[in-house]
């Protein structure tokens, strides 16, 4: 098998309906890098004549917002495409992705993908759909930033760090976001989020050590994201 049969990109993504020769053609024509924490894998409003498979790592997608600081968007992780909206619209990208850890991603040509999407109609269904899962969660996140107070949008994505990305040997969040990156998330400023970080130390929620914070009382956590 082609290592684009074997990889976890294929399992969780539109490639899974690929044909094994179609696998194979995606094999010859991919072009696998290693992305360091920090680094940009594409910048908003650029084109992109590509789109990127996620074997390993995790990045963030980010929108510059008129006051000129970064709104995380979205976390994404192994196993996810970037890129394949602004693809198929020929569109300028509208975020940024920046790698959150060192990262190996693999490039796959724009020729090549719409082979795919006008060849095979499971694969462009495919893509349509994880296109509509994006916008649902877009969605999701302007109803959380307009109904949701500050406190209730921290613990939520506390609790979406935990449950999505898990924790190190110390049950501490695997994903170490920086206090302005958490704010970024939530939607606040960064001195608030740190208030409100201290206050849920206090308060037994969580244990904090640097970066490092540990989930104590999901079940509160639970409790005030509702």
Partial sequence: MSKCEQCIVKEFSALKALTK??????????????V?????????????????????????????SSNGKDQIV????????????????????????????DMTVCFVPKSQVMAF???????????M??????????????????????KERLASTLLYLHD???????????????REEISSIIGTATESCIRLLSDFNKSGLIETNGKKIILKNKKELRKLAE
Wanted: glycine share 6%.
């Fill in 74 to 101: 979205k976390l994404v992780s192994r196993g996810e495409l970037l890129g394949q909206r602004s693809l198929i619209s020929e569109e300028p990208t509208n975020l940024s992705a920046v790698a959150l850890e």
């Fill in 164 to 178: 999505t990305f898990g924790v190190n040997e110390d049950d501490s969040l695997k994903i170490q976001l920086s």
């Fill in 129 to 150: 759909k994880n296109v509509c899962h994006d916008l649902k969660e877009a969605d999701n996140v302007l109803v959380n930033l307009a109904q949701k107070s500050v």
């Fill in 36 to 64: 360091k924490k920090g680094e940009i894998i594409f910048d908003e409003g650029d084109y992109l004549d590509g789109i990127f498979c996620v074997k390993n790592g995790v990045c963030k997608l980010t929108k510059l």
């Fill in 21 to 34: 020769d179609e696998l194979l053609k995606l094999a010859d024509t991919k072009i696998s890098y290693t």
């Fill in 117 to 127: 999407f006008n060849e095979n109609n499971k694969f462009s269904l495919g893509v």
